[in-house]
């Protein structure tokens, strides 16, 4: 309400906030937490919670009137078409030279993601997070995170045989053949549900193609894990559809944030200013390093260093598919959920997940989302005439990430006799390296903030997301971001309440 006074407010619902939020109301704190998207408890229309891949509507995209797929075409075709503005739950948000894509509502990105939740291979933890002790996060916070958001594992003798997955075994034999080395990839769909989808006793999700837009069944977002368990603490309550745009010290101590209330239009409907002792940054990488960097600069919060804004990184996205041959059918029915993985990330700099198209027809398309060892770097920075923060990521820095990712393909094709799709991102375009599904950094660990997310030069002020980590996990990013979270909320429960 206008005008309170709560211990600790959170800003965001995603990894970061909802790990922050359970593990302070377990020790006895009321948190409330603040979240700009919606709620996504309520059936629309048609009686499902979320719009299907193939039909984005009024749901799908946050205030946009025109759809921005991943992938914008197909056989030559243009995909995107109108919706309704409203407050829907995948955000295409564009900074100059990248769309970055994440996701709006109570959850975050575990609304719309595709759930691949990956540890890190322990030898590539030092590039990952330079300044954490890897003993403690392999015993203690990547186990912690894994049990909180329930990671399992494909069955791999029903993956052999289902048709559904018949994309995921067709890139299985590609890789072997080129001797690559084959993994499959954990994630936090519930494995016995899709086993149900598939024998069709259930109603259907990710066999059905549901992903991106959210999945009516099956996945294990944040509203299934970390924040049911906090719900039922009775200690921490949500207002979705409101939006932090400023948090100021307060003249009696604590600081003062300052929250728009919005309509499914994104038409502010009201200004209300909350007072809370601690504020936890959570509002991705993205979203808590504009608020900081425009903080920062705009004299709110003078005393934030000068690492703000830095340090960002796409954790080295890039897309593309190959051509199959006629005898090599990637099956009509694909699950949504990837569950294969390419590994040549020592010998390539690529780790590469075998991902879905889910299209309902025959495509011969095999399709990829490789993760890259890209080493550039970019900066926010607030641009005072435009009035917003922007970033200076270059669209020609993916150049590294597609080398990285040929080391792979490349050899693929030339192995197979076969060829790159160009009809997937544009006309005779190959590579989808226009946008990032993973930003990490602009507020990194041990630089912007103390070695736990203590920002600098404020106490009881706190970084807690995906916006600590400089800018590549070397494999998908939520495991870490929810692990790096356990770690250092234990710690800021043991020292600082
Ligand atoms: P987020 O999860 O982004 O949460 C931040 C929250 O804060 C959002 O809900 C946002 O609406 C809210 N917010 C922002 N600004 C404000 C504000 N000013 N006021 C109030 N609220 C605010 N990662 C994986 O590991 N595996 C995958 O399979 C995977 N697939 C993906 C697929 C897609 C399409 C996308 C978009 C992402 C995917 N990711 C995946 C990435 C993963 O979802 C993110 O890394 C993760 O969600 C980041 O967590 P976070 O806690 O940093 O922030």
């Known amino acids: 309400d206008d005008g309170a006074r ?14 922050a939020a359970l593990r302070l109301a377990q020790a006895g704190v009321d948190v409330h937490m603040v979240e700009m998207g919606m709620a996504w408890d309520t059936p629309g229309t048609d009686g499902k919670i979320f719009a299907h891949t193939t039909k984005p509507d009024y749901r799908s995209y946050w205030l946009r009137t025109r759809t921005k797929a991943p992938l914008s075409n197909f ?22 030279g990248i769309t970055v894509y994440q996701g709006r509502g ?11 939740a990956v540890t890190p291979k322990r030898a ?22 894994n049990a909180g958001l329930g990671v399992g594992l494909v069955d791999p003798a029903w993956f052999d045989t289902v048709a559904c997955y018949q994309y995921a075994r067709v890139g299985r034999k590609h890789a072997q053949r080129s001797g690559f080395p084959f993994v499959f990839v954990p994630d936090v769909y519930d494995w016995d549900y899709m086993k149900q989808e598939a024998a069709g006793t259930v109603p259907k999700s990710a066999v059905d193609g549901e992903i991106l837009y959210g999945n009516n069944h099956g996945k294990k977002s944040l509203q299934q894990t970390y924040i049911a368990a906090a719900k039922a603490t009775g200690k921490v309550s949500i207002s979705p559809l409101h939006q932090v745009t400023s948090v100021a010290p307060a003249s009696g101590g604590g600081y003062t944030v300052t929250i728009n209330q919005l309509t499914t239009d994104g038409t502010v409907t009201a200004t209300k200013t909350v007072t809370s002792d601690r504020v936890f940054f959570a509002a991705g990488s993205v979203g808590t390093s504009k608020l900081l960097v425009w903080l920062k600069a705009t004299g709110v919060l003078p005393n934030l260093n000068d690492e703000i804004g ?24 694909q699950a949504a959920i990837p569950c294969a993985g390419i590994d040549n990330w020592d010998a390539g700099g690529a780790f590469a997940e075998v991902a879905p198209l889910p299209t309902g027809i025959e495509t011969y398309a095999s399709f990829y989302l490789s993760i890259t060892k890209n080493p550039h770097r970019a900066q926010f920075s607030w641009n ?40 997937l991102f544009g006309t005779n375009k190959i590579w989808g390296d226009h946008l990032t599904y993973h930003p990490l950094g602009g507020a990194v660990l ?32 939520f495991v870490t971001i929810t692990a790096l979270a356990e770690r250092n909320i234990e710690k800021i429960i043991a020292t600082d309440l």
């Open 106 to 116: 109570v959850g975050g990105g575990s609304l719309v993601n595709g759930g691949m």
């Open 446 to 477: 041990n630089r912007a903030t103390d070695n736990y997310g203590r920002l600098h030069g404020y106490t009881g002020l706190y970084v807690i997301d995906g916006a600590l980590i400089p800018g590549n996990t070397t494999v998908n990013p």
């Open 384 to 423: 005072a005439a435009a009035g917003k923060v922007e970033l200076n990521w270059q669209t020609a820095w993916k150049q590294p990430s597609i080398d990285m990712a040929k080391t792979i393909f490349d050899k693929i094709n030339s192995k197979e006799g076969t060829i790159y799709r160009t009809d």
């Open 75 to 96: 056989l030559g075709f243009p995909i995107d078409k109108n919706v309704p503005k409203y407050t829907g739950i995948l955000d295409a948000e564009e900074m100059g």
């Open 124 to 145: 590539n933890f030092g590039s990952v997070l330079p300044s954490v002790n890897a003993d403690e996060m392999y015993n203690t916070y990547y186990p912690r995170a």
């Open 310 to 333: 830095k340090g960002w990184g796409e954790n080295g996205n890039v897309m593309c598919g190959r051509a199959n041959h006629m005898w090599d059918p990637t099956g009509k029915v």
């Open 6 to 19: 709560v211990p600790v407010l959170i800003i965001g619902t995603g990894y970061g906030g909802s790990v």
